[in-house]
């Protein structure tokens, strides 16, 4: 972040990793979100990240290196089964980083959320930390190949535990969900 002429700042805090697991759910503006979800979170986690990734030069080393779970979003059997990986890892006690969007925003704005990360939640009874990434989409676009200067803020939201969602439908966790994000954004 600091070479591509990023500050960094952290609003919220990072939740205790003692009492972890965790699954992250935050938006996703820029290739920068994982450079600000390990700078603002204290211990291991991993997640689920696009194919593409891993063909990348450096890039797609230090993805497979840290654990990412690779996912082929087009294909419907390919991505269940790399949730399935998640889950797993969840219920070994590894945390784990998933964008609900699936991809990175081209305008800006959230996209749709899609439903893989909320069967995981609900298939493993993990406490979700909402997390809202702000700046990085003004520092680095998708559809650009400039990098921008600016700040680059993670700011954590209240954990939802199991018992805050445990009787909510899918649809409800993925708006609440979204709700929150959009509120940590929004600030």
């Given at each position: 972040m600091i070479f591509g002429g990023q500050w960094f700042r952290i609003k919220g805090t990072a939740p205790d990793p003692k009492n972890g697991p965790y699954l992250y759910m935050m938006n996703h503006e820029s290739l920068f979100d994982a450079f600000m979800m390990v700078a603002g979170i204290r211990h291991y986690f991993t997640g689920v990240g696009a194919i593409e990734q891993?063909?990348?030069?450096?890039?797609?080393?230090?993805?497979?290196?840290?654990?990412?779970?690779?996912?082929?979003?087009?294909?419907?059997?390919?991505?269940?089964?790399?949730l399935i990986k998640a889950e797993e890892a969840i219920k070994e006690g590894v945390s784990m980083m998933i964008a609900p969007e699936g991809t990175r925003t081209i305008t800006g704005e959230l996209s749709p959320f899609k439903k893989g990360p909320f069967h995981v939640a609900q298939n493993t009874g993990i406490t979700i930390i909402p997390v809202g990434l702000i700046g990085a989409y003004k520092a680095k676009s998708k559809n650009d190949w400039r990098i921008r200067p600016g700040i680059l803020t993670t700011v954590f939201?209240?954990?939802?535990?199991?018992?805050?969602?445990?009787?909510?439908?899918?649809?409800?966790?993925?708006?609440l969900v979204k709700v929150k994000i959009t509120e940590l954004i929004e600030v």
């Open positions: 891993f063909s990348y030069p450096v890039w797609g080393y230090l993805v497979k290196k840290y654990g990412v779970i690779p996912i082929i979003r087009q294909q419907v059997d390919n991505a269940i089964s790399s939201g209240d954990p939802i535990e199991k018992k805050d969602y445990e009787n909510l439908s899918l649809d409800e966790l993925r708006n």
